[in-house]
């Protein structure tokens, strides 16, 4: 199995089948085991009187655009937007959260933010620009004048390691903090498959052709609507140099100056270990 | 190297970097060699006057809101919507022309078909209902009102086959044609993995329980906007049953009936050479 990256592996039954089922959908939500996970612009809301960190549950009953996110062991689970909730919780951006809790509530966290950033970003009808509902639980919205059904943005991207067995090419944006490098990536455009992706992306930020395309692994990535699909590629030809503005710098680092940088010995900072990235890398160091 | 899927391949520079660059995008569409490719509601316009068929290319300067795809071999390729060109082209399907044409060409129409059905469908912002301009080239839409800038859909979609050892696990729809049967598949929702996605939909469609998911290859499925990310993957436990209404039978073929369907020796109709699912089965029956 490939591993389970952060923000994968929400323990929860979707229950897919049932979202447009509205009867089915009240029960749940009037259950008295309905919970919400409130998500705010700073980011979902969570508890952290006990450690680690757990998302905020709030009774379902109260809130607005209830988002039938599915069931997990406790019973109904919805989402909706909102800056305040009861009680001494506070928001917490994905990105901490992904760092300080367990690999399930990281998950239901991302799941949540994913699907109510949608909603808040997608409230009119691409196709002719009326207001548009909430419908199916919260897995589509509909247009009442033309008719569209739009479901959730999700947008894959391709991010790559590329080496040459003994180095690796990373690259580093300006605003980044001193120091970080990272795998190079980009969005994967119409009528491309994700290996075209890889190539061009490669070629594009660096100048540098690839060969040998491996698919690794997958993260949601939800910033606001991201799928990272991670892939290991080997140097074919060229000399890396910045291409088209998306980097400031992009070389090659020994597999000696990454495992420092791993291990903290070094100016070269990686990527945390809540980003795929640094998955991609650490794999490589350990073949 | 994954294998190359039909609608992947597409032989062009996108010269992305190029496409902010009004002055430069202008030059190439002033340039005697600019082409555009004509994308009509039946699909692109193509050129069967000799075998096999080829995109119908006409002048650039003819058209109107293009689309810079990128350069190719003989110059700038442009994309633009129409259900009429001056000469003797006819519109096609695009599965058609996927299965009649170069890798290349193919590859080159589902650029074409994929980028100029979105400008079809989001003429207006998502975010506050304004109509878009197009803008980048056509690689992007920005609102006039709220200045949000939106990108092309692409839709990742799993698609898997699963398989005992011995046996596949295949599903029909019911507007299929008889005998028709197929690998399951559905679209990545917010916050999950590829691989936590395939195992969802496999058991949501069939009660089947999978393990040792295995990425294969992907393919650009511009149908509208999908992208087939494609799997193999091996049965753990369950019984086959239609779960969620999507199909109206799923259940297990022996590799004898798969191979003699592969051959044409059957009631059974496997997909066309054209959609990945079918290769997908071909690497199982090779395994």
Known sequence: MPPTNTFAGAAIDRVSDRRQDDAWIG?????????AIVVSHEGPFVDC??????????????????????????GPLFATAGDHVPGAYTAMSLRDAGARMSQADAGLLAYATAIVGWHGSHGFCARCGHATDLAAAGHERRCPSCGATHHPRTDPVVIMLVHDGDRVLLGRQARWPEGRY???????????????AVAREVGEESGIAVTDIRYRSSQPWPFPAS?????HARYANGEPSVHDGELEDVRWFSRQEVRDAA??????????PVAIARRLIDEWLED
């Open 263 to 272: 291990n903290g010995q070094s100016m070269l900072h990686l990527p945390p």
């Open 49 to 74: 009187t006990s450690d680690p960190c757990r998302p905020a549950f709030v009774a379902a009953a109260d809130i607005d655009d209830p988002v039938f996110l599915g069931r997990d062991a406790d």
């Open 182 to 196: 990272s795998t190079l990536a980009g969005f994967v455009e119409p009528g491309e498959s994700l290996e075209e």
């Open 27 to 35: 029960e749940q939500l009037r259950s008295p085991t309905a919970r």
């Open 227 to 231: 799928l990272m699909v991670g892939f």
